[in-house]
């Protein structure tokens, strides 16, 4: 992979407030060892629980982007 090379990475997510702390780490950790330039999009599906919320908290630290769908409309 060049260095100029952006990975982009989406992941779809709804009432994850239990698991995507860990995920967003462990996922940024193992690309940065492997000297990958990234960015991780959130797609949230309206989650009903504080998922919105801890991504929020996450921006700070990590090369995220989020967006959050009003409604629930499922994957695609």
Do not use: M, W
Not at 41 to 64: E, G, K, M, R
């Amino acid at each position: 992979v060049c260095s100029s090379d952006l990975i982009s990475i989406i992941i779809p997510v709804y009432n994850e407030q239990g698991t995507i702390r860990e995920l967003i780490e462990r996922l940024c950790i193992s690309l940065a060892k492997e000297n990958f330039v990234f960015e991780i999009i959130i797609v949230d599906d309206h989650s009903t629980d504080n998922t919105f919320q801890i991504l929020n908290l996450l921006y700070a630290d990590f090369p995220l982007k989020c967006v959050r769908k009003i409604g629930r409309k499922g994957k695609a």
